[in-house]
């Protein structure tokens, strides 16, 4: 199983910028996906982006399509979120998912009726604030 942590979350105003980090350690393999969540207090998680290696494509929930951007770092097993123009309803815990191995494509994830089902390993997550 894969072990992951996220790293820089915080506070920040509307409109402004943060970057989310997600490291990746333990077995992982060159077919993977790696995706990023959000639940806010009394909401249900949503699924926010998603990179799938085996074709190199990306899902964004429409909330946030324009705004967020997913990338890896495969040599350093790490994923980010640069999440730009922020709301304040971006606001919530930001965990990172992962799929080791994955052998789907991101358009699964519009597809699942719960896309987490797709991951079998998560982070403990990051807050982000975004005040208005």
């Known amino acids: 199983q894969v072990q992951l942590v996220e790293s820089g979350g915080g506070l920040v105003q509307a409109g402004g910028s943060l970057r989310l980090s997600c490291a990746a350690s333990?077995?992982?393999?060159?077919?993977?996906?790696m995706g990023w969540f959000r639940q806010a207090p009394g909401k249900e998680r949503e699924a926010v982006a998603c990179f799938t290696s085996s074709d190199e494509s990306t899902y964004y929930a429409d909330s946030v399509k324009g705004r967020f951007t997913i990338s890896t770092d495969s040599a350093k097993n790490m994923v980010y979120l640069q999440m730009n123009n922020l709301k304040p309803e971006d606001t919530a815990d930001y965990l990172c998912?992962?799929?080791?191995?994955?052998?789907?494509?991101?358009?699964?994830?519009?597809?699942?009726?719960?896309?987490?089902?797709?991951?079998?390993?998560w982070g403990p997550g990051t807050q982000v604030t975004v005040s208005s």
């Open positions: 998912a992962a799929s080791h191995p994955a052998h789907w494509t991101a358009v699964a994830m519009g597809i699942m009726e719960d896309p987490a089902d797709l991951f079998d390993s």
């Open positions: 333990g077995r992982t393999f060159s077919s993977f996906a």
